[in-house]
């Protein structure tokens, strides 16, 4: 895996646990902001690695 895939992966990680600690401490609308934000990072991570087993397959 390049750098930079694993950069995003690591960001996209990132961007999870601030969307988990979000919907934890929150209440009203910024709980759905936290519990968006955790699932844009799950999905982006996804993402990320099913690119890379992509390009694998394609070599």
Not at 3 to 9: D, E, K, N, P, S
Not at 14 to 42: D, P, Q
């Amino acid at each position: 895996m390049v750098a930079g895939r694993v950069f995003f992966l690591a960001l996209s990680a990132l961007i999870a646990l601030v969307g988990l600690f979000t919907a934890a401490r929150s209440e009203g609308y910024l709980n759905f902001f936290g519990f968006a934000l955790l699932a844009f990072g799950v999905l982006f991570g996804l993402s990320v690695v099913k690119r890379h087993f992509d390009e694998a397959d394609a070599h």
